[in-house]
């Protein structure tokens, strides 16, 4: 099997679409990290992601009859643009059939490579149910985004060029993975050539459906997927990618969004290319095995699969990419409610440069303050800083893995009711469309009063919101089922020590 995946690759057609990428030194990070670092630039192909090559080889291989009816896949992302420009080079027509609710820039860069869209549905699923009902009607052929072995022979061509232009040493490959099309493709070919080179996936730990493959040694679907990286946000592993790639690859690494965040950062400092969140994955993963394993002198490619970010993400991006470099440090720290005190406080903290800093009444004895603090990386700064305070008598606590202080608490600053009642709070992920909050409120019964709502657009196709509701003594044990019915992801904060000190 693995001889025949690499005979496809070798014969692969994608350059009639697709170029050979740059493998770019990244300098900063090389010396930082101690090894030789390359980024393989996948975010310079001409629809900014590597997807147009697998799409370009499985169309080539059509028959004539099949590429006179046309082609159709249903995607929002980055497959459906390597499929529109793979289909205008071979003058195949492309019907792409995407959510209602994909950003207009998305609709937009698909009619623009002369590709028809075809806007169904809320949600991916009744997007592909339809494409299903084109297919019976018109004869299209489906493209899929990975699970086919023509697409993994398209996206093994990476690996190919990797070899070719990396002939000396070279200990291993960082690849992200969310179908598995892409590191089957690179895994294939690597260890066929170059066995002795390790070739790792990437994956984000909200959507680690390789990893939990290969541990429970057959496909599972994932109950829940995080889409903060969309590009792999995939719930089970390719059938195809998993019986090509599962003997070859040396293993999974996972990382945070923090930590992906923080390799955009990376990225842009070596290389002046802003990554999308999915393709800066890889180099998130590297920057980890570097860290948990300690090797030096290594030379370590990693892939930069993709740039279709929308601009109006950069700043959660930023946001987070300093707690994902451990450089800051969230804390909540309770200061006397007296003349002075706060001054004392900000002696205490030193010199220390502060990103963040909130001040907040909480009662006549007493105030909650929501401070960031510059710290240096690893973990003891970050302690030491903590450690500092309660020596001077200050209560502390580290919110710095707090995700409800992270995404709300810090935007939130204060408006605690004035007398105390019952509440219960939940942290939501919401899909962005019309109608879905409205869809959210409708499932709650009618006697529950809301109490606090919070909600920042983060410029990805889901929302955050954090609720606080008043539920009725009868209704109390049975919230969660309401929340069961409605099939957002949700999270219990009731509880939360974040909340506790700023908004309880
Ligand atoms: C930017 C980016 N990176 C990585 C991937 C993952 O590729 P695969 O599904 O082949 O694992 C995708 C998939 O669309 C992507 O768009």
């Not at 990382?255 to 992906?260: A, F, K, Y």
């Not at 020596?391 to 995700?403: K, Q, S």
């Not at 909600?455 to 929340?483: I, K, S, T």
Request: hydrophobic share 40%; proline share 4%.
């Amino acid at each position: 099997m693995l001889e025949d995946t690499v005979k496809k690759i070798l014969k692969a057609r994608v350059y009639e679409a697709a170029r050979e990428t740059p493998l770019s030194p990244a300098h900063f990070l090389s010396r930082r990290l101690d090894n030789q670092i390359l980024i393989k630039r996948e975010d310079l192909q001409p629809v900014y992601s590597f997807k147009v090559r697998g799409a370009y080889n499985k169309m080539a291989q059509l028959s004539e009859a099949q590429k006179a009816k046309g082609v159709i896949a249903a995607s929002a992302g980055n497959h459906a643009q390597g499929l529109a420009l793979a289909a205008k080079q071979l003058g195949v027509k492309a019907v792409i059939v995407m959510p209602r609710i994909t950003p207009e820039i998305k609709v937009q860069a698909v009619r623009a490579r002369g590709a028809k869209v075809v806007l169904r549905g809320d949600a991916f699923g009744e997007a592909l149910a339809h494409a299903r009902e084109l297919i019976e009607a018109h004869g299209y052929t489906y493209i899929p985004p990975f699970d086919d072995i023509d697409v993994i022979a398209g996206q093994g061509t990476v690996g190919m060029e990797i070899l070719r232009q990396q002939p000396g040493r070279l200990d291993a490959i960082f690849v992200p993975v969310g179908g598995g099309g892409l590191i089957a493709g690179i895994a294939a070919y690597v260890k066929y050539l170059r066995p002795e080179i390790k070739v790792f996936g990437v994956e984000s730990e909200d959507s680690a459906c390789l990893k939990a493959a290969l541990e429970a040694g057959e496909r599972v679907v994932l109950e829940q997927v995080g889409v903060f990286a969309e590009g792999v946000a995939v719930a089970q592993i390719g059938e195809v990618p998993f019986a090509v790639m599962r003997d070859l690859v040396d293993g999974v690494i996972t990382v945070t969004t923090d930590e992906m965040c923080a390799a955009v950062k990376d990225t842009f400092e070596d290389t002046r290319a802003v990554a999308e969140t999915s393709g800066a994955l890889a180099l998130a993963g590297l920057k980890k095995y570097v860290q948990q394993t300690g090797v030096t002198g290594q030379t370590l490619v990693c892939i930069n699969s993709g740039a279709n970010t929308n601009f109006d993400r950069l700043q959660h991006i930023a946001e987070r990419t300093e707690l994902g470099e451990q450089r800051e440090a969230i804390l909540a720290v309770t200061i006397p409610e007296r003349p002075g005190s706060f001054k004392k406080f900000c002696r205490t903290i030193g010199k220390r440069m502060v990103t963040e800093f909130n001040y907040r009444y909480a009662d006549a004895d007493s105030a909650h303050i929501f401070v960031g603090v510059q710290v240096k990386p690893g973990g003891e700064d970050r302690r030491a800083v903590a450690d500092k305070l309660r020596e001077a008598g200050y209560p502390v606590e580290d919110l710095t893995d707090n995700e409800l202080a992270k995404l709300h608490i810090r935007h939130l600053g204060g408006g605690r009711p004035k007398e105390h009642f019952e509440e219960e709070v939940y942290r939501f992920e919401f899909p962005e469309r019309p109608g879905a909050l409205m869809n959210f409120l409708t499932h709650l019964p009618a006697d529950w009063n809301i109490s606090l709502f919070h909600y920042r657009n983060h410029g990805a196709a889901y929302g955050r919101v954090l609720v606080g509701m008043q539920v009725p003594n009868g209704d109390r044990y049975h919230v969660e089922e309401y929340f069961e019915k409605i099939g957002y992801r949700y999270w219990k904060e009731t509880e939360n020590v974040a909340y506790r000190l700023f908004m309880e």
